[in-house]
């Protein structure tokens, strides 16, 4: 598939998504919204694809927010429209995909940005990274999952200060508070995720899809009978009874995600 927006390859198991108009600093129009979605689907079916990468182009901008020139003649019923097609395209795939995704983020991730990082299983930062919700500037508030992600990750004390007050988060901040798990330079940024990943794939595929399905209940009033139940089902797999002969042999076990 060819896209306008995006970049998008793969080697060793690892996608990798370059939202690709930097001269925009990245912004989420309407063909980001719909190119990502379809570029996620991709690496869903794609069964040489273990894992992905989200990032932007350029140095200045992971994504610098949605791009507000589309916002001009909207009204209630194409604001609601908007938002929630963007979770149901994107943001709510990102986090239910099977597959792991990790935002590598390489500078500005404001408003929808931040949220795209967030809607990934967890993030990496370049060290000139900055986080923020500044909606509120605008008269609007996050509408791609914002104010859940985000409360989810840091608490909601912090959670409403940085929404009411535009505060803008960097990498160091970022990192104390939960919002990513590592900081490193920009130009070791891309290397430093796909070791991580490469750690990641050479794990069970099923469990890896399980694992996130259980991470993202947690909390809720399901999320301890999903893991029981999800725990049983590995039970089924190939993969399991690989995983556990190899430890008993002391081997390195070798998963086909079946």
């Known amino acids: 598939m060819e896209f306008k927006t995006l970049l998008f390859e793969h080697q060793e198991g690892i996608a990798t998504i370059t939202i690709n108009r930097p001269d925009k600093l990245n912004a989420l129009n ?31 901008a992971f994504v610098a927010g949605a791009d507000i020139s589309e916002f001009t003649t909207m009204g209630i019923a194409e604001g609601s429209d908007l938002a929630r097609r963007g979770q149901t395209l994107v943001f709510d795939k990102i986090e239910n995909c099977p597959k792991p995704i990790v935002a590598a983020v390489n500078g500005f991730a404001l408003g929808g940005g931040c949220e795209l990082a967030m809607s990934c299983h967890f993030r990496i930062a370049a060290e000139n990274a900055k986080f923020g919700q500044p909606e509120v500037n ?27 007050t535009s505060h803008l988060v960097d990498a160091n901040e970022a990192l104390q508070m939960g919002l990513v798990n590592h900081v490193t330079t920009a130009e070791s940024l891309i290397e430093r995720t796909k070791e991580i990943l490469n750690i990641i794939n050479s794990k069970a595929p099923l469990a890896l899809a399980k694992v996130i399905a259980c991470v993202n209940k947690a909390g809720s009033a399901d999320g301890f009978e999903t893991e029981v139940r999800l725990f049983g089902e590995c039970f089924a797999t190939a993969d399991m009874k690989e995983g556990v002969t190899a430890f008993l042999e ?4 070798t998963f086909v995600g079946a």
């Open 30 to 60: 309407k063909d980001v919204i719909e190119e990502l979605g379809n570029a996620i689907d991709m690496l869903v079916e794609n069964k040489e694809i273990r894992s992905a990468i989200i990032t932007g182009a350029g140095a200045k």
């Open 138 to 164: 605008l008269g609007l508030i996050p509408g791609y999952g914002g104010t859940q992600r985000l409360t989810a990750l840091v608490g909601k004390g912090k959670a409403m200060e940085w929404c009411m």
């Open 250 to 253: 002391k081997r390195k076990a």
